[in-house]
């Protein structure tokens, strides 16, 4: 054999391992995404973590992206509608970057999907635990204020609720 032969025959089984991880790629990709939705960042930290090179990544992703199985926007689209009765708009934003998915996917979807009403989801708050700001003094409102707040809820919600304003 002389090293041309070598040569070909090394670069045919390189393609041949990589066909090879794209395929048990793709496998586990689907079973992935068979049971939970995911975004492109949690894929690939998932293909990241078992051990797959990136170039196998990205074949599997693109695959996956033209079957339609993944697509952020749809993603970011069920969570926004799924989670706008219990948080906050900033957790939910919060909440898909941590998933990954971009800002300006995250802007789109929001203005695409109905407004939050955070009012009720305070007085909820309110009602779980157990808060009457008519029966509360300074140090308890504010201690209730600086929680809501870090559920999320905007000041000006916050104080329209506490004080009273759009009470039911």
């Known amino acids: 054999m002389d090293r041309k032969e070598i040569h070909e025959q090394a670069c045919e089984e390189q393609e041949d391992n990589f066909l090879r991880e794209v395929q048990q790629a793709k496998a586990y990709c689907l079973r992935l995404l068979v049971s939970l939705d995911r ?3 949690q894929l690939r930290t ?9 170039q196998a990544a990205d074949e599997v992703i ?16 069920y969570y926004i509608a799924s989670k706008s009765e219990t948080r906050s708009r900033r957790q939910i934003i919060q909440d898909l970057q941590r998933r990954g998915v971009s800002r300006e996917t995250i802007e789109r979807q ?3 999907a109905d407004e939050i009403d ?11 635990k157990h808060f009457d700001p008519n029966q509360a003094d300074e140090k ?7 929680f809501l707040q870090r ?6 919600n916050i104080r329209r609720v506490l004080r009273g304003f759009d009470m039911e």
């Open 140 to 146: 308890e409102t504010w201690r209730f204020y600086q």
């Open 39 to 41: 975004t492109e960042s």
């Open 62 to 77: 693109s695959y996956v992206k033209g079957l339609r199985y993944l697509d952020d926007e749809r993603y970011a689209s």
């Open 46 to 54: 998932k293909l990241r973590q078992k051990g797959y090179s990136e």
């Open 110 to 112: 929001m203005e695409e």
């Open 118 to 128: 955070e009012l009720p989801m305070i007085r909820r708050w309110m009602e779980k």
């Open 151 to 156: 559920k999320g809820f905007s000041s000006s």
